[in-house]
């Protein structure tokens, strides 16, 4: 029987959670970066920080523009939390530009993070209506320096593309994607199928360079799914966090946002929201 459990321990009242730290920008209709992965840790029971990256104008219509956040400002928060509060896993999603993946990539190291703490790379590198969210120029950066030094890469179908130029339509070319993603150096990359949408079953492939694992799930009929890519990569940081090995936690991220997609909602004129909050209604 297939495991449907869509929670995480709880942390006794009164003891410290796990801790976890999304690097990302900031949508400010609320439906997707970090104000999914925020809504998503809280959900999850774990204690969420943010090192903010960029401030959109966006709303459900689509994105009207972004702002970068200084590269010292960027750098700040990730030291301040890291030799304070402490970072158990952590993800990235909108970078924005060259210099502020490199100065991640710096940062992540000097603070002795790199290859000690789970790093999940969500490679963002557009809005669900198509709008840039990455400056073509930095894909070089994300591919060369980012990449290499993630516990896993989760990118779309679309990013697939433009990280690897391979154009996924079937099993055998999500393999053939799955296996270049991985020679760029992550331990492990996932290759999400929500956007083939020629396929009835939603299936996300997960390789470490020997053996592939596939998890599969009945596609959702609902155009409701802004921010359902924020919220899995935030749901198998919060596993990573708690010990899981990837591909539980990716089994559990799985699960986790095909509830949430199941619970999505309309909210403006465009596109609605996966629902972070289905767990409140069971």
């Given amino acids: 029987m297939a495991d449907t459990t869509t929670s995480l321990p709880l942390t006794a009242q009164g003891q410290t959670p796990r801790r976890v730290m999304t690097i990302a920008g900031s949508d400010s209709g609320g439906s997707a970066g970090l104000q999914a992965d925020m809504r998503t840790f809280a959900m999850l029971g774990v204690h969420g920080s943010a090192a903010v990256t960029a401030v959109t104008v966006q709303n459900s219509l689509g994105v009207k523009a972004f ?74 950066a994300m591919r060369d320096e ?22 996924v339509v079937d099993a055998d070319s999500q ?24 396929s009835r079953i939603s299936s996300d492939l997960l390789f470490d360079g ?44 799985k699960r986790w946002v095909t509830e949430c997609i199941r619970a999505a909602y309309p909210i403006g004129h465009g596109l609605g929201t996966v629902n972070g909050f289905t767990s409140l209604y069971r």
């Fill in 67 to 140: 702002h970068e956040v200084p590269v010292d400002v960027v750098a700040g928060q990730i030291s301040a939390v890291a030799s304070d509060i402490g970072i158990e896993a952590a993800k990235t999603g909108m970078l924005a530009s060259t210099a502020i993946i490199r100065t991640i990539v710096a940062t992540w190291s000097a603070e002795g993070l790199d290859g000690i703490v789970p790093l999940v790379v969500d490679p963002v590198c557009a809005s669900n209506a198509g709008e840039p969210l990455l400056h073509a120029s930095a894909l070089d």
């Fill in 146 to 167: 980012l990449i290499p030094m993630a516990t896993l890469v989760t990118p779309n179908l679309d990013e697939v593309r433009l990280l690897v130029g391979v154009d």
């Fill in 175 to 198: 393999r053939d994607a799955a296996r270049a993603l991985h020679a760029l150096g992550p331990r492990w990359a996932l290759i999400k199928g929500g956007h083939l949408r020629t």
């Fill in 210 to 253: 020997s053996e592939f694992h596939e998890f599969g799930a009945a596609r959702v009929d609902t155009r409701h799914d802004h921010g359902a890519g924020d919220t899995l990569a935030a749901a198998i940081t919060a596993a990573l966090a708690h010990g899981y090995s990837v591909p539980d936690a990716v089994a559990f991220g």
